[in-house]
């Protein structure tokens, strides 16, 4: 299932900076850790203000770590002048969003033109550093061209 | 499409409960405007702390929102003593994040004992009070009996 | 939710051209019973030679209804000279297919140049004619234009 | 992403004896060709029959031996007495349907004492032998135990 992907330019430029335009990467404190042709990972810590009413990671806040990584991953193998759209997404939550730290992974499943496929997983990591997978993702993104004052 | 939903006992108190224990609806500035049988409604203003790189709200935040909007809906018809799990859901962005103020609505399609099923929408308004609607959402929702420490 | 087309051209001649170009929708003996602009229904009997293991109908069989139906609601607002492709579906199956007949009715939720997203309901009819919802669709669907060779 | 599971039983002999009983997988000619604990392959061919208004084979028999694939994947690591019952799955359709023979793949994401998670694939093989990913699944799938005269 691994699919190689000719690089585009200095994409993992182009990534780093949609990347730190996303606000909300900084508000719950993700990075970004890996960026290659086809497959970003993001890394974040365990935040009591995103959970839910038991405590755990709120799935709205894992799927919104998992869309930018699938969407970056996407963005990753587009041409240099498109900009990233996601169409839509779905997410299986297999386990509890516990943990002290959480890793995401989007690669992409289909390049296209206009339409690229990512799937993700999502990883939490307890305090040994034992991984689990907490959920995965299928995404829809649209390659956006030349729509003015759009990009990234 | 429209179903009737035999109220639970204090529903509304539940609900409201549960919801109150969800940090991330504090973080983000998400209120419960509406709590009945079978559908659950969450307002919350555009914040710029949790947009995308194009500055529109991200697709993430929306998912949060309308995942607790569905799990309520959900929530509301179970039995008292059940919590609530979502198993899966799939957004579909329909149109970009911005507005000054969002409307997410969850209802119940499908009610079960151990299966829900519901359907939610979110709506943005602009600085004129126009409604558009945004994103959809179906989500698979468990009802969880019988796990001692779990609840709500 | 109700969303009011413009209807393309002979729409309904279109849809209905192409629908008969399904040799599928023959071998499990669907029919096109509604076309309007933007919302299309199929009915089909019950065929013990298209069930799962318990007797009721196959999933699957509800998905190709399913995604003909909400296809053919999407073609019914595109131009005349594009081409109807589904990117994605989803199906929530919320009762057995058990029944005389099915009904699957497809809609635009929201129509688009490039995308459009449709949903899409099936019922069961028992022999009194009493309809039960067993299945939901969320349907994304691309306009494919100036394919050569690729129509309807 | 490979997950090993206890084999339960003789999960290969009713695995087989279920799907002997669809008798959908007969009307399409599909063959179970694999089954592991975990994981099953389904194989079929083209058939003018099935197709959709281009000719290729409909997303919908893709979704009928993916969904087929993914529920026995569940079904083989299920304690011997429960029933299988698919309650949701997301479909993306990659590539046009276009092919002489197709083999449909279905795996255990995350098995579970209630609700289990198999990811599918599906590929279309040309007259060469050359395989093309077509479609993926990613299926919710339920444990069914204890139901009077549901069984398989």
Redesign the interface.
Known sequence: ?SVKFEPQGDYEGRVRT??A????M??IGAELTRVNAGEVEIEMPYR???????GFL????I??????ACGYAAYSVMPADA?V???????????PGRGERFLFRGSV??PGR??I?A?G?AYAYDTEGNAR?VA?M?A?I?VVSGRDG?E?
């Open positions: 299932m949609s990347f335009r996303q606000q909300i900084t508000s009591a203000e995103y959970t839910q009413q038991h709120h799935a709205g806040i799927s919104t770590a998992l869309d930018s900009a759209l996601t169409i839509e997404f779905k997410v299986n939550l297999l386990s499943t289909k206009t339409i496929v799937d997983q997978l995965t299928t829809t649209m759009i990234g």
